[in-house]
């Protein structure tokens, strides 16, 4: 029989990329801009080997679907305990797949699917149409595809030579006699990496007996009674999941794709695009290999005639959208910039023209038909729009740097509707940094520096001419990040009024759970890449430079165009706002929060340093102690804090292997979750999460808080983020006062350290009670809930009641503590596992509470069943005041992507609210101390609590209108309760 003339080779991109992530782990290539590309070289010497000396004539490269694929919902741990991937290889693959384009390879990738699947799925059928197929990968799993005319090609590593595998190579690596028995020997084994949990105590070699004695893992099964001992039982228990991991490790041929043998056809590279790319990674040998010294050279692999893009014709690409080729570096006028200058004394009609209101000099491009590079590619091969750069988009960015200057740009922005303004520092922290200058632009395609002296009395000066533009209140005020900006003003006297526009929050509420900061928004939404900030004072660490240390026209085109870009995203989200309705929440309670917000962070909150020093102290005699527990149990000393060594010592010396996982790295996983769980089973469990809860609160907490105190008033400064989280929430950074862990005796100590700033003052602490029980009541309308809430009786022991069919009063802890669990844990959607895990009750059990809850409630299942619904329907959850949360996944055919869109579709419209509920108290409380004139200031908020500097003379007043205006932030049918606290620190307070 005649050997096949055509040959096709189909790459596993992602096992090759981690192929060349190891063989460079220990000497990594890295470019002069410090961009680690070891990954992608060895993935192109790997392509380059083959088409060197296979010649295929056929080729194309399968990637990983980001989606769930139909494993995970056969077995929701599917892949579970892998590692989150390596930094460098995530890098990577968005330029292995432009190298893969460039080299005019088609790229296969369909949702849902693994490679594998594809390449088995293609592999076979090419077969059948006449090709030798050869799988490029270094993974064992493809043993199962080969055939005749179907091969793994395992190309050389680490000095060891390129493999060839057959169907004779494969059936003697795995010792069996048919190939068909390749999914066995991964079922029985299992697989670490992929979670595969296979049949505990059965490893390659036994697999191998049972197989050649039985042949399959269900004749085995059938057969369990022949086996003896602990084998015989872990196969007669085991062995449904010995059959699921047979099915998990089955490549799946049925990939719904069509074999297009043309579009597969290896032709010519794109040599420009290449060119551009490999000099991008800087692969100048390469580069000269591939396209010589200039694209006239030949090309190193003759092959077919260039063919039009793969993408679109076997209508399998779903994912092959690639990142856009770099932007041009000449200025689009064909100029170098462009020559303003002010000779004249400025004033009306000098040549400051451009500052007149509404004028637009004839040299300003038009911008306004930007759009995202991220635009669907069409069957005719158009590529996108290249990304506009500061050096491709005509622009006028003007140094305004003397008095007659400032004083004629104060007088045109005081004409303004709208403008836009940021301020360089010399820190990112305001409270410690200088300022360094002002930007401002009110027109598209031009900005203004005001550059300010390092001296304190000169800087203030040139702020002070500036004051009657932020305290113009008939001009709304532009900025990205506004927080930051009126804090460094308000550290020069100035009050920045007038209506606010904050394009960080706008973006927030428009795509909650995508990044905001401004390049990404840029990038995203006008296809523009503004300059790196890195690019002016290097990267983070010693040696880098403040922005005072920068070439002055430097910064002035830099802080132009943050100036600048800034206003056109405005430009860009405030029709988005409006489109999704959420323009009462943007106006109303996000931009009134900036300033609130700014302020608290401004004033601080003083930590008694010698309350932390007592508890530091008494925290390392417990943790000694504890660690003198473990010793003992453990049966001598380790290093308690090593994985390894902990995972050594649970399950190789003590023997608790029932709960045992290891890690890709093949180490003992010892995460919280499997302490949990080994908790019943031995002491020693309890004993390390009480040690590292210890270490945690001692080395994050009290020693690092001293370390956070500002040199300028002795006090911490924490900063509170707006735009994190999904919900709506509040959090903070430095120090994450969310995080504080207060569910132990020494946890909670450490509120103790927070105190009031001077003896005339208390801390006062005013939480909300159960507020999202109480939203959720109001939701669902259910009465039982409602009247609980409305006439003081405990939601939790009412629960019992219902729950346990008991009279209030014959309900005891243990049914409260049971239906506490359910209150909270149905929420965010428990289920009877969850349930039955927290409570440490059988699964069953949990089950039955879950139902007589819903029997007891049956307006919550229907508000549940109904958010779900309503979710499908639009795609998002919203809040009471509009905010929304989107839900993407809430119709995907994954079980666990839709399953965890649900549980958001329930709680989101509950927490959020939670979340809008608070912030109009603050702004609210806020207002009232600033009318009353209080001396009394609210310095912290965490989750449903704010903390206030109390002066005594004022605590009643406080409290009487700080619980009022909580309580009545929205109006609900639901009765709101709060608890508010007074004492000489937090922890009393609270």
């Known amino acids: 029989m005649n050997k096949p003339e055509k040959k096709l080779f189909l790459l596993d991109a992602l096992a090759l990329i981690y192929r060349a992530h190891f063989a460079f782990s220990k000497a990594p290539r890295i470019t002069s801009r410090g961009l680690n590309t070891s990954c992608v070289f060895g993935f192109t010497n790997a ?17 990983d679907s980001s989606k769930k694929t139909f494993r995970h919902e056969a077995f929701v741990e599917y892949k579970a305990n892998r590692q989150a991937m390596p930094e460098d290889i995530s890098i990577a693959i968005p330029y292995v797949k432009k190298l893969v384009e460039a080299m005019n390879i088609p790229i296969l990738i369909l949702d849902g699917y693994e490679a594998d699947d594809i390449i088995g799925t293609l592999a076979k059928r090419a077969s059948k149409a006449g090709f030798e197929v050869f799988m490029m990968t270094p993974d064992k799993d493809y043993g199962q595809l080969v055939e005749e005319h179907v091969y793994i090609y395992r190309p050389a590593f680490m000095g060891k030579g390129a493999e060839k595998l057959g169907v004779k190579e494969v059936l003697d690596r795995w010792q069996i006699q048919e190939i068909s028995q390749v999914t066995d020997m991964l079922g029985l084994m299992g697989d670490s990496v992929d979670n595969i949990p296979g049949i505990p105590g059965v490893g390659e070699k036994t697999a191998q007996k049972l197989v050649a004695e039985f042949g399959s893992v269900e004749n085995l099964i059938a057969n369990a009674d022949k086996l003896k001992g602990k084998l015989k039982e872990n196969v007669v228990q085991f062995a449904q999941q010995g059959l699921l991991s047979k099915q998990l490790a089955t490549i799946h041929l049925d990939v719904p794709l069509d074999f297009n043998e043309e579009a597969l056809l290896h032709t010519e590279p794109d040599k420009p695009k290449l060119s551009a790319l490999l000099d991008e990674l800087e692969f100048r040998q390469l580069r000269r290999r591939l396209v010589g010294e200039d694209d006239s050279e030949p090309s190193p692999f003759p092959v077919a005639p260039a063919k039009p893009s793969a993408k679109g014709q076997m209508g399998l690409f779903d994912e092959a959208v690639l990142a856009p080729a770099a932007s041009p570096a000449a200025n689009a006028s064909g100029t170098e910039g462009l020559p303003f200058t002010f000779d004249k004394k400025p004033g009306v009609g000098a040549d400051i023209s451009a500052f007149e209101k509404g004028a637009r000099p004839q040299a300003i491009a038009n911008t306004d038909d930007m759009q995202s590079d991220w635009t669907e590619v069409e069957p005719d091969d158009r590529q996108p729009e290249p990304r506009r750069t500061i050096d491709s988009v005509v622009h006028d960015y003007r140094l305004v740097d003397t008095p007659a200057l400032r004083k004629s740009l104060v007088h045109y922005l005081n004409q303004q509707d709208t403008l836009c303004f940021d301020s360089e520092t010399t820190s990112t922290d305001p409270v410690e940094a200088d300022l360094v200058g002002l930007s401002f632009a009110y027109r598209k395609g031009e900005a203004f520096y005001v550059p300010v002296p390092a001296d304190r009395e000169e800087a203030q000066a040139i702020v002070e001419e500036f004051r009657s533009v932020f305290e113009n209140a008939e001009i709304i005020k532009v900025g990205q990040n506004l927080k930051y900006d009126m804090l460094m003003l308000k550290k020069y006297g100035i009050e920045v009024q007038g209506k606010l526009f904050d394009t960080m929050v706008a973006h927030y509420l428009i795509e909650p759970e995508q990044r905001h900061n401004m390049d990404m928004m840029a990038m995203t939404h006008l296809n523009y890449e503004p300059v790196s900030i890195e690019t002016l004072i290097g990267k983070k660490g010693p040696k880098q430079l403040s922005m005072r240390d920068v070439e002055i026209q430097k910064v002035v085109e830099y802080a132009g165009e943050d100036a600048d870009i800034t206003l056109q995203l405005k430009d860009t989200f405030l029709p988005l706002l409006e489109k999704n309705q959420l323009t009462k929440l943007f106006y109303e309670v996000e931009m009134p929060l900036v300033r609130v917000l700014g302020d608290m962070e401004l004033g601080g909150v003083k930590v008694d340093m010698n309350a932390l020093a007592e508890l530091s102290a008494t925290l390392e005699t417990d943790i000694r102690q504890v660690q003198g527990e473990i010793y003992e149990l453990a049966g001598g000393p380790f290093n308690v804090g090593s994985p390894k060594q902990l ?8 023997k608790l292997d029932s709960k045992a996982k290891k890690t890709k790295t093949g180490q003992y996983a010892t995460g919280e979750e499997i302490l949990t769980d080994l908790e019943a089973d031995h002491e020693i469990a309890r004993k390390i999460l009480d040690y590292r809860e210890l270490v945690k609160l001692k080395n994050t907490y009290v020693d690092a808080l001293p370390l956070m105190m500002s040199k300028h008033d002795g006090r911490i400064h924490t900063s509170f983020n707006q735009a ?55 939701f669902s309308g259910d009465q039982t809930m409602l009247d609980a809430f409305n006439n003081g009786i405990d939601i939790h022991t009412q629960t019992a009641s219902k729950v346990f069919k008991v009279p209030l009063t014959e309900v005891d802890s243990d049914m409260r503590r049971k239906a506490k669990m359910v209150n909270f844990g149905i929420i965010y959607g428990i289920s009877a596992f969850g349930l039955s895990r927290r409570l440490r009750i059988p699964r069953r059990e949990a089950a039955e509470i879950i139902q007589e809850y ?45 399953s965890f869109a649900e549980r958001n579709a329930i709680n989101a419209p509950i927490q959020g609210s939670a979340a809008d ?13 600033r009318e009353n004139r209080l001396k009394s200031r609210m310095i912290l908020t965490v989750h449903d609590e704010l903390v206030f500097d109390a002066h005594k003379d004022e605590l009643e007043l406080l409290k009487e209108n700080v619980g009022e205006l909580m309580r009545t932030a929205i109006p609900l049918a639901v009765k709101m309760e709060t608890g508010i606290g007074i004492g000489e620190n937090w922890l009393v307070a609270h």
Do not use: W
Not at 647 to 654: M, R
């Open 917 to 929: 509920m608070i912030k109009i108290a603050m702004i609210n409380i806020d207002k009232f101390i």
């Open 854 to 898: 819903f029997a007891g409630f049956p307006a919550i299942k229907e508000y549940m069943d109904g958010a779900i619904a309503k979710a499908r329907e639009c795609e998002y959850a919203e809040t009471i005041l509009g905010r929304r949360r989107y839900l993407r996944d809430i119709n995907s055919r994954n079980m666990t992507d839709r």
């Open 724 to 778: 994190v989280a999904a919900t709506g929430r509040l959090s903070s950074t430095n120090p994450n006062l969310q995080n504080i862990p207060i569910r132990t005796p020494r946890g909670r100590e450490i509120r103790k350290a927070f105190v009031p700033h001077s003896d005339d003052f208390l801390i006062m602490s005013a939480d909300y009670s159960q507020i999202e029980l109480r939203i959720m009541a109001a």
């Open 647 to 654: 995972g050594e010592v649970l399950f190789d010396k003590l």
């Open 47 to 63: 392509m380059l080997e083959i088409l060197q000396k296979e010649k295929p004539t056929h080729i194309g490269v399968a990637f």
